[in-house]
């Protein structure tokens, strides 16, 4: 395990390059984000350990942060002020655009995986908005009218992107639908609906909504997504079928889940980040065999857990609350890098905790 | 910035501790997609029993029009009403007569049926039935009625039991009539008879203002029925639209000079003024889970939240409520002042004072529209009666939480909370 301090900054989103390797960058704040700076971190993983390329210094607090997918040395960071701010690690310390459009707090930044030509943004002021960064406005804004945490785009579609919000529900936009009156919204699903009652265990009710904080599409089943929040349950839904409620449940974490990703090699794994300061490795029971005996006899171990998806490991090394966590995409499966609030930044694979 | 730091700590916390700022009242105004919500609530008048519209209707003159009624105001098919459970208390045959209803007033024989009792609860009775199944997952869409024809029914009080059950005082307290309760609480509890009429007086004070504005207007479906003319024998057509027994300008001076009609049974405080009228009548409420509501595009005027019953001394009976209510309010981890709106049924002004003393209820929160002593108590019509009451006072007044009680003969207390969403 790799370890990094950002001394003086508390984590609050890792992502690895989509273009080498060996580079992370991290958005961290001071005061853990309730008040003062941000700094984007820009690390180099080297035979000696993780070295700093480079940070970028901002006035407000820094939430999330997303590599540009079409230029390798470019990448976005969400701030406290409601700016969105592109930098380029080349040039040094000032942005090279920022849009100061959000009214509240900019949660989450995220590029177009296919159309690699725009990036979204998600804030608390209950919006999302497209953006194209040759262009100095906003493309479109799409409205959820609640606090939006989380904010991605399909990484199977250019026009396909999805949401989740404190007001429990996951929508789904698809760009290429008239804007009219749902503003290309086509999909509203209350995270909190029941799973579907199982044999042998009784019919959950009065499940309560409750603030989700993020979610991620699984990278090879293009409509399947995984939603988590402060319910500490993870939850994964098909989007063909929104009023069937969640089809796997994984419980576990012991306080609020802050951010999950599905693997980029597995179809069924994910990994996820709690305020409980752990990371866990999960699978959804999708992949084949897991599960499956206890799905004859129809009985589960555990009624909350659905479809033979479980916790497959955990990684306490964390001192402090998680918030960010990410797959690196190259080389074996399973490394990965992970941030919190206990200024540090680890680099480890998860294969080692995988029991 | 000390201001967005606040609120940022604040966002924080609440995803650490989500139970701090959801509180019970929070949660019980959330709309969930398993919710028991309620899309259609509506009642025929009531009127007096051998005297007034409905003298000459028999149960299913009330059950047809009434079903009918709920079929019109609900615009997806018929066919996905699973059930209809009907509350009645005094017709022998009442399963069947529900069934042929049923199916008059143009329900498919797939629509089943089922009928309940519990004497004065028995409208509430078939609410909670309909809204149990629903949250069991047994049926998706149910109608709940509670019906009573006093005029073609006869009350025949308790069967004859065997001398040993006699012997028991607690089951001889049960064969007693409900007058002789009140007595006992106005006794037990000290409740002056100058109380009692002065709550009896503001029943019909407030029954009257609701007629005279109105209002009642969007509780009651108009019915057709036959009436026998007394005077010449003659069968007309008559349309029973407003509750009759409400007897304008009455003050509790005035019920204050009414004779006691239970001399024998001190401290013959009960009278006709400030007892409840016997009444015909009958309320239906349709039930369905809010994501089968949401899915088939039907208005939601309210949910239905929790219901309790709990029994006690059968002597004194009628002050179910002072108990059913606090054990309601226990489960759902409310206080009375989180509740807007009280229907509490109005038996007997004895126990109606009672209850709202015992219980520290602000005055101006029960019955707003009157009750029972006002407009008569059909006795399986009242617990259906009271939920479209409440929805229509909760609509009209721009509130949100509403709970109904009635005390129940043999001594028992039931309660409903409701949320209005309208």
């Known amino acids: ?355 | 910035m000390a201001h967005s730091s606040t609120q940022r700590l604040e966002m924080l916390s609440r995803q650490l501790n989500p139970q701090s700022t959801n509180d019970a009242k929070a949660r019980i105004l959330e709309k969930r997609p398993d919710d028991v919500v309620i899309c259609v609530a509506l009642r025929t008048a009531l009127t007096k029993a051998r005297k007034g519209a409905f003298k000459d209707t028999k149960l299913e003159g009330l059950l047809v029009p009434l079903l009918k009624g709920v079929r019109e105001r609900t615009h997806f098919d018929t066919e996905l009403v699973e059930e209809i459970v009907v509350g009645n208390v005094l017709h022998k045959d009442s399963t069947f007569i529900t069934r042929a209803s049923a199916i008059a007033a143009g329900f498919p024989a797939t629509t089943a049926i089922s009928t309940v009792s519990r004497w004065c609860s028995s409208g509430l009775l078939a609410v909670e039935a309909v809204a149990h199944k629903i949250a069991a997952r047994s049926i998706d869409i149910g109608i709940a009625v509670g019906a009573e024809s006093m005029s073609t029914n006869r009350d025949g009080g308790a069967p004859e039991f065997p001398d040993s059950f006699m012997e028991n005082p607690t089951i001889k307290d049960v064969t007693e009539l409900m007058p002789w309760t009140s007595e006992n609480v106005a006794r037990d509890f000290n409740v002056l008879r100058q109380k009692q009429d002065e709550y009896a007086a503001a029943s019909f004070q407030k029954a009257e203002k609701t007629q005279k504005t109105g209002l009642f207007q969007d509780e009651i479906l108009p019915i057709t029925t036959k009436w026998k003319d007394p005077k010449n024998g003659e069968m007309k057509d008559v349309v029973a639209d407003r509750d009759d027994g409400i007897r304008y300008g009455t003050t509790k001076e005035a019920l204050g000079k009414i004779r006691p009609a239970f001399p024998q049974w001190p401290p013959a405080t009960t009278t006709g003024g400030n007892a409840s009228q016997i009444t015909d009548g009958a309320a239906a409420v349709l039930l369905m889970r809010r994501s089968v509501a949401e899915q088939l595009k039907v208005p939601v005027l309210g949910k239905f939240v929790a219901s309790t019953v709990i029994g006690l001394e059968p002597r004194i009976m009628g002050i179910g409520p002072s108990i059913a209510i606090p054990k309601l309010l226990k489960k759902v981890k409310l206080e009375k002042e989180d509740i807007d709106v009280f229907e509490i049924n109005e038996a007997f002004a004895s126990m109606l004072v009672y209850c709202v003393e015992k219980l520290g209820l602000d005055p101006a929160t029960v019955n707003p529209r009157g009750g029972a002593i006002a407009f008569g108590h059909p006795l399986a019509c009242t617990g259906a009666r009271q939920i479209v009451t409440a929805l229509a006072e909760l609509k009209s007044s721009g509130k949100k939480i509403g709970v109904t009680s009635m005390c129940v003969g043999t001594g028992m207390g039931m309660a409903s909370l409701i949320v209005s969403e309208q």
Not at chain 1, 124 to 138: E, H, L, Q
Not at chain 1, 155 to 178: A, E, G, N, Q, Y
């Open chain 1, 1 to 355: 395990m790799l370890e990094f301090r950002t001394q003086g900054y508390n984590g609050y989103s890792v992502k690895y390059s989509p273009f080498f390797d060996s580079r992370i960058a991290v958005a961290a704040s001071a005061n853990f984000g309730l008040v003062g700076n941000g700094r984007v971190y820009i690390l180099g993983l080297t035979p000696n350990g993780i070295v700093v390329e480079k940070w970028f210094d901002t006035q407000d607090s820094l939430f999330d942060t997303t590599w540009s997918e079409s230029h390798e040395n470019q990448l976005l960071a969400a701030s406290g002020d409601g700016s969105v701010k592109l930098f380029d690690i080349t040039l040094s310390q000032f942005p090279i655009q920022s849009w100061q459009e959000h009214a509240r707090e900019v949660f989450s930044v995220h590029w177009n995986l296919v159309g690699k030509d725009t990036f979204l943004s998600s804030s608390w002021d209950g919006t999302i908005k497209i953006w194209n960064p040759n262009a100095n406005a906003s493309l479109t804004t799409l409205p959820t009218h609640s606090c939006t945490y989380s904010a991605e785009f399909s990484p199977h579609s250019p026009s396909i992107l999805s949401s989740v919000s404190s007001d429990s529900h996951l929508r789904v936009f698809d760009l290429r639908t008239p804007a009219s009156a749902s503003n290309h919204l086509t999909m509203n699903i209350p995270i909190h609906t029941p799973p579907k009652p199982r044999m042998g265990a009784a019919a959950p009710v009065g499940v309560p909504p409750s603030e989700a904080l993020t979610h991620d599409w699984n990278k090879y089943r293009d409509t399947i997504i995984a939603t988590a929040g402060v319910d500490r349950l993870i939850r994964t839904f098909d989007i063909r079928a929104p009023a069937a409620g969640p089809i796997a449940v994984l419980s576990g974490h012991e306080y609020a889940v802050r951010r999950i990703t599905w693997s980029p090699h597995l179809s069924d794994i994910l990994l996820s980040a709690s305020y409980d300061m752990t990371c866990r490795v999960w699978t959804d029971g999708s992949a084949m065999g897991v599960g499956s005996v206890r799905q004859e006899n129809m009985v589960q171990d555990d009624p909350m857990v659905y479809g033979g998806g479980k916790e497959m490991g955990s990684m306490g090394r964390h001192t402090e609350f998680v918030t960010g966590v990410d797959w690196c995409l190259f080389g074996a499966e399973g490394w990965c890098a992970s941030t919190g609030w206990d200024e540090r930044v680890l680099v480890w694979d998860c294969r080692a905790i995988m029991q």
